[in-house]
């Protein structure tokens, strides 16, 4: 049974995990000059983070990090640099100077800056100038324990990613282990680069490489590398749908008698993000992608992963996860299972 490649996977994984801790590591404060004019009249000075998931981002001496839900502000000052992303797909970039009129974001140099509404407003972003404060990221784990049949199950789901001015690069690591009696144990392993470049407007182009385990389905291994165009349908402070269309190379080995493989295969897919605005933050991540092979002919491949996050306080979370995997092409006998299935609930934190 060919293992060749699982201690590379893990390798990878443990790489993953010590980039993300040392990530994770205390950065030096901005000077908390930023001004934030709410609708009730209030008005905050501190250090503006980020608008996302519907919240701007506010830190302040006396809070720490505060989310402020986005149609409750007024105006927003700042003199470091960010991107702003509009609802059209627009992207403007520079500080946040003082509006003209209420209800507007001025952004760009003091010469050349433009103004618009705070509702046509999607994302704003803070572009840093060192490698290491440009870094994002997430740890979610998780484990449960059936006594009827003594399954036990843990998960662990490591992201990081890098922002630029032109463009975003991520890097994730996401594993299930399954033990439980009278059943073979199911390890599932999937470490995935990716990395996108803006373009005026909506649209965007890619590159990704993935590394995939899944006993369940006899896969021993699947390494891809493809490139992929993608369009922003939708992009509010609520909500960003996103399609995606591509080509890809896929190499497998299998844990049956199934031969080594190498296709090409097309892929198609959405991925979608909501943002449930109350109290605390509550955003739901969803991607769908169909993979049609190009050199196997009948051959069809779907992934859909959902991840739905509740924030407990400051920077901690609950999540919820599932996934789906099929492929038609089943294993050496007909017993042999072509879908996986499951959700796991796990804490996590971002940072």
């Given at each position: ?53 519907g919240r701007l981002q506010f830190k ?176 509010t402070v609520e909500q960003d749908l ?100 499951g959700a796991t609930l796990g804490l996590?934190?971002?940072?």
């Amino acid at each position: 049974m060919p293992h060749q490649v699982l201690p590379t996977l893990r390798h990878a994984a443990w790489a993953t995990i010590i980039a993300v801790l040392a990530m994770a590591a205390p950065m030096a404060h901005a000077q908390k000059t930023d001004q934030v004019l709410l609708r009730n009249g209030d008005e905050l000075t501190g250090e503006v983070k980020s608008l996302a998931s519907g919240r701007l981002q506010f830190k302040t001496d006396a809070t720490d990090t505060i989310p402020i839900q986005w149609d409750h502000v007024v105006s927003v000052q700042s003199s470091l640099f960010f991107e702003v992303v509009l609802s059209d797909g627009q992207r403007h970039f520079g500080a946040l100077h003082p509006p003209e009129e209420p209800g507007m974001l001025r952004v760009g140099t003091e010469a050349a800056a433009v103004e618009v509404p705070l509702g046509c407003v999607a994302r704003i972003t803070r572009i840093r100038e060192s490698f290491w404060k440009r870094l994002k990221g997430s740890i979610d784990m998780g484990f449960q324990l059936a006594k009827a049949n003594n399954r036990v199950d843990w998960s662990l789901k490591l992201t990081t990613n890098y922002r630029t001015r032109r463009g975003a690069t991520s890097l994730s690591y996401d594993s299930l282990y399954r033990k439980q009696d009278d059943t073979e144990d199911l390890d599932r392993q999937d470490i995935t680069f990716n990395h996108r470049r803006f373009f005026s407007g909506k649209w965007l182009a890619g590159v990704f490489a993935a590394g995939q385990r899944n006993t369940e389905l006899a896969l021993n291994w699947r390494l891809i590398l493809g490139a992929s165009a993608g369009y922003h349908i939708v992009r509010t402070v609520e909500q960003d749908l996103v399609v995606l269309a591509g080509i890809a190379g896929a190499s497998e080995t299998f844990l049956d008698e199934r031969d080594q493989t190498d296709s090409l295969e097309a892929f198609f897919g959405l991925s979608y993000e909501l943002y449930a605005l109350g109290n605390r933050d509550f955003v739901v991540t969803a991607s769908a992608t169909a993979f049609p092979s190009l050199s196997v002919k009948g051959r069809f491949r779907s992934e859909i992963d959902v991840d739905i996050r509740k924030e407990l306080w400051k920077d901690f979370f609950v999540s919820l996860r599932g996934f789906y995997s099929s492929d038609s092409t089943s294993g050496a006998d007909e017993q042999s299972a072509n879908s996986d299935y499951g959700a796991t609930l796990g804490l996590g934190f971002t940072w």
